[in-house]
């Protein structure tokens, strides 16, 4: 993984080298200012929540350029015209800005901004791509994952899809960022090791397929596992193989169904285990489960007491993406602090450092945000962006992942429930302040001065 | 990313540790066959293209668990009835089995075996979550950007996704796979490195927006990358900021539109471009793009020279899974080979080690496919699965990148276009060979019998 790794330089998009080396050659080493965001939120989502900072920040602390990797970008051709005091540069290379964030575990919605990063503006520009795909991706699961302990109603879900995951490192991280949605726990042993996640498992197929007799591979498994074992009931014919369960007068803490018809299978399975006095012996279902397929077993009475979810939850499947940018806004210079927006057709950015300020209505609940200017003031708001780093370094240690989760459920509960349904949630209603579109308009302004200026 | 760490094997399921100790403690030390494929592809692609196998055997090389992760499972509770004899096995773990495998950059279809892995069954059962992740991430980002590569009919396509990927190591993997599927390049410049991928770049909105006038940023970027520079012309107004490229006498290598309706912005920035005598510099598109989007503007006659592909290519947005299955087809027993297949009533597995049969029709497009197996001859086919590991050792160096690519481009062409259509696409066909029909009937009939038995 990359947290591991000594070297995270290069770790990012071609431009973001080229833009830095041709600030370092013309002497821009301005500070600025950038805001990383999600424009707006899936058509699948109504809210989103944190999680992934703890990476970035390990990664702003590390990012390093090491000799192999200057190496490799002074071979480049498109380097061909950089001085070697560039490359110097780089070896030197520490990320040494200040960064305020939303703390991991927060709801947070379209435009909101998660993190700030003030720095100057070769560095904060160099960690553009590490920071995005470490955000987005775990709040993105973690997003995936508030919704499906949601349906799942206090019912334990665990995480199972580091094997349909983008990759290693991706099953890792969607471990983690499950957790913090409230997972139960995870398969994924590494993720359990790193991260200090509970982790669980059953026995597959294989096991089962492994030996002569079904009943054997239950009686092995069974005898070792005494307290943790779960029996997978559905290689050949499930109701079958709860009969030999019960005739090996096997107690099993759970068995486990992972196809056919869920409903009918675990109400069936339930009767035969109740009759049979296995009252204690829970049932847990898997098999391409998501937040609605879970929600639609529960509706319709089903005995089912955990859920393993995979696919669905680890690459967040009905929206696999967020769109997350990073956009300047603000930047020094002779005179001054200016403040920068772009105004583009189709995708206007707000200028200068803001807050999300959070406004409960005292009864418990959020009524509203507010993404204002850094600067401004209300009294009965709560500000999400907290300063997390100075001078490059952690001003506190970060939260375990125990409080990270315990931090999700309640701010979770804390939104209206209308705008957490999984189904055509009310949006939570997100506006941006008179000072900010001011500020905006202001700038707009002096833009089109500027063009004006250019053009006559 | 995994590749580089020392100890991976905790990058895995719970249950594939839990059955292990089950293995251990009852001496079950047979050989067993694991075949890895993908069950049915998704409703958005006709074909796959394989990729990934170099990170699975990278991985089966150095998979080992250390000091550190052997404690860490010592202190789960699951353990508690494991003999300490597991955990020294653990500590000598090595990969010591045999794998065939279908080359990197090959075509294949639904029920294929992408890979089999012969082993003690610890061995191959541990392994699972790894491989599956691998190789099926990467499979089904070179697919995706097969299609991308496709509709871009020979013009230039480069991979942008890094910052939506599904975290750093998503990103790094998406730029290998990518590449093989026919992309020109990758933004990721640490693929670039570690791959030896070329890499490409522009610039950010930022770099515009930094400098007070956009032309300042276009001069001072021309200067030093006056054969490779990019401009963006996009941050504010695209027809204006052409004006000024034009005005100023800059030369750029090309033009980037990033937004707004791209086949008429594209049209009057080529004509502006060529009144002004720059016929040379090209225009480069992006902006969530995608092989329908692609093929729609070249359809419609965008003079768009190359493309920037990010999220839709890094995660394969429309189809971000592949249903990928590592299941056990024999074992090893006192009476020889047994073949294992899995009965339940949606997926039958097929028995026994197992052969892709390509037949070619003669005049340089493939006919179809057969499945059977391992030990079927067709002396006018072409087995796809080759001896690629043998005692945990790779038998031939891996092939270089390019090499890959340059397959995975020839091949492709061999599979008949109707099957290779971007919607709509005419399904390859694949069958399952007499003789395998018919192993798959004896061992249904094995089971059943088995199963009768029990129960007499």
Not at 63 to 90: N, T
Not at 241 to 256: F, N, S, Y
Not at 283 to 294: K, R, V
Not at 296 to 324: H, N, Q
Request: aromatic share 10%.
């Amino acid at each position: 993984m990359a947290d591991r790794q000594k070297h995270l330089g290069l770790f990012t998009d071609l431009y973001e080298l080229t833009m830095a080396a041709a600030y370092f050659e013309n002497q821009f080493t301005a500070k600025a200012s950038f805001e990383l965001f999600v424009r707006s939120l899936p058509r699948e989502r109504s809210f989103l929540l944190t999680a992934g900072l703890e990476q970035a920040l390990e990664y702003l602390e590390n990012v390093r350029f090491g000799e192999e990797e200057i190496e490799y970008l002074r071979r480049q051709p498109v380097f061909g015209h950089i001085s070697d005091g560039f490359f110097d540069y780089l070896r030197d290379f520490r990320f040494t800005g200040e960064v305020w964030a939303v703390p991991e575990g927060t709801p947070v919605f379209g435009e909101e901004p998660l993190l700030r990063v003030t720095a100057p503006i070769i560095q904060a520009q160099v960690i553009e791509t590490f920071l995005l795909s470490s955000l987005t991706f775990q709040t993105m699961i973690a997003s995936k994952a508030a919704r499906v302990v949601e349906a799942a109603e206090r019912r334990n879900v665990v995480e199972f899809g580091s094997r349909r995951a983008h990759g290693p490192g991706a099953g890792l991280l969607a471990a983690r960022a499950a957790y913090i949605g409230g997972c139960a726990g995870t398969s994924n042993v590494e993720a359990g090791r790193r991260f200090g996640i509970p982790v669980f498992g059953t026995m597959a197929h294989s096991f089962v397929m492994a030996y002569a007799k079904e009943e054997e591979a239950f009686q092995r498994f069974q005898q070792l596992f005494p307290e943790h074992g779960v029996l997978l009931i559905d290689t050949y014919d499930t109701l079958a193989a709860i009969d030999k369960i019960i005739q090996k007068k096997l107690h099993p803490t759970a068995v486990r169904l992972d196809s056919g018809d869920l409903l009918d299978l675990a109400t069936r399975v339930r009767q035969k285990l109740d009759q049979a006095g296995l009252n204690q012996t829970r049932i847990f279902a898997s098999g391409d489960l998501n937040e609605f397929t879970i929600a639609d077993l529960l509706a319709r009475g089903a005995p089912i007491d955990a859920f393993g979810v995979g696919t669905a939850l680890a690459t967040s499947k009905d929206a696999p993406t967020l769109g997350g940018v990073y956009k300047l806004v603000d930047l020094e210079s002779e005179t001054g602090i200016v403040y920068r927006a772009k105004f583009s057709e189709e995708k206007t950015t707000y200028p200068g450092p803001k807050q999300i300020f959070r406004f409960p209505d005292g009864a418990g609940t959020y009524r509203h945000d507010i993404i204002g200017r850094q600067s401004e003031k209300y009294s009965d708001a709560v500000g999400l962006l907290e300063l997390v780093m100075r001078d490059g370094k952690r001003i506190a240690p970060s939260p375990c992942i125990e409080d990270i989760q315990k931090r999700a459920s309640e701010e979770l509960k804390k939104i209206p429930a209308t705008c957490r349904r999984l189904r055509d949630a009310t949006p939570y209603p997100v506006m941006f302040s008179k000072e900010l579109e001011n500020l905006l308009a202001t700038v707009r302004q002096q833009t089109l001065k500027v063009a004006e200026a250019e053009y006559s």
